[in-house]
């Protein structure tokens, strides 16, 4: 069926990196994309994939292996005020077009 | 730019009474999305639109959910007959239509249901 899943939490260390994974099912895939939460707060967009392999953007880097549903989000140089939620979504094919679809989200608690 | 509007910020309902939500989407976007997060469920989405069109509410309860966007400028999501278990942040979200894997995100409506 349908979904996107990711683990709910996270935890690293200040100044080393995190990934966080997300693994998607999908009936017509059409982009991964990133989404950086603080706590109440909206979503924030941070990245979007739909080719496969590694986009590098500095702080901020994805991964996406379409054949495999999986997709992750790399930090590096961890900060403490990178402590946040991030969500996967997925563009899926929905009933009359494509509908964007999120994960519950991984909480990253970065630790000094 | 002011960004994705949403209100109100806040809204207190009593069980049964009807609750209306308004979105105003950044100027220019096109597609509108609606989604609901809690805590247990995180983000679930409930529909959307395209040029003022619905497309797919498979995500809305069906019977006490609707969902209007009546010109380019704002879109309303009501819940008549509210319910406890429809406690949660309603974020709205607006994209460009050729650009839907970047949503822009209100700042949400937190409603709760006593």
């Known amino acids: 069926g349908q979904g996107v899943e990711q683990p709910a939490k996270l935890m690293s260390v200040e100044g080393t990196f995190a990934r966080v994974n997300c693994t998607y099912s999908t009936s017509g895939f059409n982009g991964l994309s990133w989404y950086q939460q603080r706590e109440g707060q909206a979503p924030v967009f941070l990245s979007y994939?739909?080719?496969?392999g590694l986009k590098d953007s500095g702080h901020f880097s994805t991964f996406l292996s379409r054949s495999n549903g999986y997709s992750y989000l790399l930090l590096t140089e961890l900060q403490i005020k990178d402590s946040a939620s991030y969500l996967c979504?997925?563009?899926?094919?929905?009933?009359?077009?494509?509908?964007?679809?999120f994960g519950s989200g991984t909480r990253l608690l970065v630790s000094p | 730019n002011a960004g994705v509007i949403q209100t109100p910020r806040h809204k207190v309902t009593g069980k049964g009474q009807e609750a209306t939500l308004w979105c105003e989407p950044i100027?220019?976007?096109?597609?509108v999305f609606w989604y609901r997060q809690t805590i247990v469920q995180g983000l679930e989405f409930l529909t959307y639109f395209r040029n003022q069109a619905p497309i797919d509410d498979s995500g809305m309860p069906k019977e006490r959910f609707s969902a209007q966007m009546p010109n380019q400028s704002h879109s309303t999501l009501k819940i008549q007959s509210t319910q406890p278990q429809d406690s949660a942040v309603y974020l709205c979200?607006?994209?460009?239509?050729?650009?839907?894997?970047?949503?822009?995100f209100g700042a949400g409506t937190r409603l709760s249901v006593l």
């Open positions: 979504a997925v563009r899926d094919r929905g009933t009359g077009g494509y509908k964007v679809v």
């Open positions: 994939v739909v080719l496969d």
């Open positions: 979200a607006s994209s460009l239509v050729g650009n839907q894997n970047t949503l822009y």
């Open positions: 100027s220019g976007h096109s597609a």
